[in-house]
Each structure stands twice: as structure tokens, then as C-alpha cells.
T-cell receptor, first 115, second 114 residues
């Protein structure tokens, strides 16, 4: 089946630093990728839709200047959390939708802890 | 905009008990429906999906779900659960043919006691 990877799987950083998270579709092309945030014991909340070759579409309440998204190729999207603060600590999950279908495949997630 | 409701937040069962997790959605048009599972410490995995055709869908690991259009429901069932089914279960919906993202329910934590 289709595989999506995320790197890193876990990151701890100091407050004020920036962190980049990569999402890759390993064996399929994905014009569209999605970034979610999951709080403990809660569902996935969509942050933004990443589109290859164009600007990302952010959900209401998500700061686009804080969560920078770059969809550099048909297999790679990156999320950069700029000037991270402790309240940004969370589990970030990406998914990629196959260009040939309507199914999304999820990455394993990245646990971000901001001290 | 569509929304998804999962009314059971936490379900506790003994092994061999039957399972039914509720999922209701609100959307006036045709939808694609999904159930995902997230085992402890692991990423989301697709259990089953409904796009069209037979409303009774069979997925992996003995799970099945029935789409009842009149009730806007897509309940997940398993006749006999195992300890290894302990996980978080998410129902999700997307309008058919849409380029939009999945809308997830709040999730149901299933705990199966050995």
C-alpha cells in the first residue's frame, strides 16, 4: 500500500526556535497534502491544505506566518513552526492524497515539544 | 460544511464481546465514508471505506460498517473483539468527487479487557 513518511518523528526544541517537519509520499505522487494537529485524547484538526506549485490553504484560526508550508515537489511537503512556543507542543500529522484517487494516506506523525 | 459525530467517547468491552461504534454525518449530498484506526503509538490506518454500491462494507481485521443513507449513519461493527483491537477509532467523511479534505469525528477510544 501507499506509504507516507514524516521526519523527524520526535523533536524537542527551545522556545523561540523554528522547527521544520517533512512529509513525503514514498511511492506515489501527491499534488495535495494535508497537515493536521492532534491534541491528547482529541481528534485530528486540519491546519492547512498543501498544494504543489501554489500557496497552502489555511483553516480558520491557523496563523499562516507561524506555520509555514512549502510543497516543493509532488512527493514532499514541509511544515515549519516558526518561533515555537510551549503552546505549539503537539502531535503533527500529515496525509497525502493520491493524484489518481480520493484516498488519503497518513504519516506516522511528529511529536513536537517546545520547552 | 459537513460534520461528523461519534457519540461514544470511550467504550470498554471484554474479549469476545460484540462491538458497534456509532457515526453520524451531516451533509446533504453524496459522500465517501471512512473508518480509521489508531493503535497506541502508531499512525492512522484505514479500516474500511465506502464510496458506492453495497452499503455493507467489509474491512480489515474482521471489521465491517453499514451505510444507512436515510439515517446519515456509518456505524462500525465487529462480532467478537480481541484485546488487540484496543485503539482509537475515527470516522471521517468527504463529499464525493470533492477535492476537499476529510472531516473527522472526535474519535472513540475502545478498550478491550483480556
Amino acid at each position: 500500500g501507499a506509504v507516507v513518511s514524516q521526519h523527524p518523528s520526535r523533536v524537542i526544541c527551545k522556545s523561540g526556535t523554528s522547527v521544520k517537519i517533512e512529509c513525503r509520499s514514498l511511492d506515489f505522487q501527491a499534488t495535495t497534502m494535508f497537515w493536521y494537529r492532534q491534541f491528547p485524547k482529541q481528534s485530528l484538526m486540519l491546519m492547512a491544505t498543501s498544494n504543489e506549485g501554489s500557496k497552502a490553504t489555511y483553516e480558520q484560526g491557523v496563523e499562516k506566518d507561524k506555520f509555514l508550508i512549502n510543497h516543493a515537489s509532488l512527493t514532499l511537503s514541509t511544515l515549519t513552526v516558526t518561533s515555537a512556543h510551549p503552546e505549539d507542543s503537539s502531535f503533527y500529522i500529515c496525509s497525502a492524497r493520491e493524484d489518481t484517487g480520493n484516498e488519503q494516506f497518513f504519516g506516522p506523525g511528529t511529536r513536537l515539544t517546545v520547552l | 460544511a459537513q460534520s461528523v459525530s461519534q457519540h461514544n467517547h470511550h467504550v470498554i468491552l471484554s474479549e469476545a464481546a460484540s462491538l458497534e461504534l456509532g457515526c453520524n454525518y451531516s451533509y446533504g449530498g453524496t459522500v465517501n465514508l471512512f473508518w480509521y484506526v489508531q493503535y497506541p503509538g502508531q499512525h492512522l490506518q484505514l479500516l474500511l471505506k465506502y464510496f458506492s454500491g453495497d452499503p455493507l462494507v467489509k474491512g480489515i481485521k474482521g471489521f465491517e460498517a453499514e451505510f444507512i443513507k436515510s439515517k446519515f449513519s456509518f456505524n462500525l461493527r465487529k462480532p467478537s473483539v480481541q484485546w488487540s483491537d484496543t485503539a482509537e477509532y475515527f470516522c471521517a467523511v468527504i463529499p464525493s468527487g470533492s477535492a476537499r479534505q476529510l472531516t473527522f469525528g472526535s474519535g472513540t477510544q475502545l478498550t478491550v479487557l483480556p
